[in-house]
């Protein structure tokens, strides 16, 4: 499969006054088009950081990033934010959804940004609602929304620009075990469609969903390998019912 994102020798170092720390120390990482990829490290490991570099929410000190063609490490914070809308599609722990704004307008939001018509954006965002099997939810705001509802509202609002890539960051924190099995099988199937996902956890049971796990420590990668012990989300939501 082609290569769809390439680091090479990613140094993130902050300034603090006359201290500077190293948070990431040279990392090299190729992730192929269609890989469903964990990214897993404990609290202050770099996992956060590559994260932000990878979403383009950041920039590295030195070294080099090709997405999906794209020479992003060079790149001025403006075009970063194109490159970021086109490419990226984010899933938080927190949602990150308008509490004003109803599913459908969360969902079309992006196309707002894209420049696509409102009844391009509307019939985009209900088609992507439906996807997510809240297709008699679609009028609902946050406030009236379940954990696991409002987790699939921004999964759909990811997908709407079809991106490149879907970068979750702690997607089941905020939910119950059910929920969470719930929202992992949808990235399963989102996975079979096509899509590159990466799922950025400090858990192991959430990063064994993956067919991949990358395990960073102290700013480098420790390990990266393939999961030989993949959890079938569906299976287990069904053990609980």
Do not use: W
Not at 30 to 57: D, F, Q, R, W
Not at 70 to 81: D, F, G, H, T, Y
Request: with cysteine.
């Amino acid at each position: 499969m082609p290569e769809i994102i390439s680091l090479k020798n990613i140094i993130k170092t902050y300034d603090l006054g006359k201290v500077k720390i190293e948070v990431l120390k040279g990392i090299d990482l190729i992730i192929n088009k269609n890989e469903y990829v964990a990214i897993m490290g404990p609290s202050g490991s770099g996992k956060s950081t590559l994260m932000n570099i990878v979403g383009c929410l950041d920039q590295s000190t030195s070294g080099e990033y090709i997405l999906n063609g794209i020479l992003v490490s060079k790149r001025s914070a403006n075009e970063l934010a194109e490159v970021r809308n086109k490419e990226i599609g984010f899933v938080f722990q927190t949602f990150n959804l308008l509490a004003r704004l109803n599913a459908i307008e969360n969902v079309a939001l992006p196309l707002v940004y894209a420049g696509k018509k409102k009844t391009d954006r509307t019939k985009i965002a209900k088609d992507q609602l439906t996807a997510v099997n809240l297709g008699h939810r679609m009028d609902h705001k946050p406030n009236e929304l379940s954990g696991g509802e409002r987790q699939r509202v921004a999964i759909a609002r990811a997908l709407v620009n079809n991106p490149s890539i879907i970068l979750a960051d702690e997607p089941t924190g905020n939910l119950d075990t059910k929920t969470s099995y719930e929202i992992m099988e949808l990235f399963e199937e989102i996975h079979k469609k096509g899509n590159t996902v990466i799922i950025v956890t400090h858990e192991e049971d959430i990063a064994r969903y993956a067919h991949r796990i990358i395990r960073i420590r102290d700013g480098v990668i420790e390990n990266d390998s393939v999961n030989e012990n993949k959890l079938n989300p569906s299976e287990l939501r069904k053990s609980l019912v």
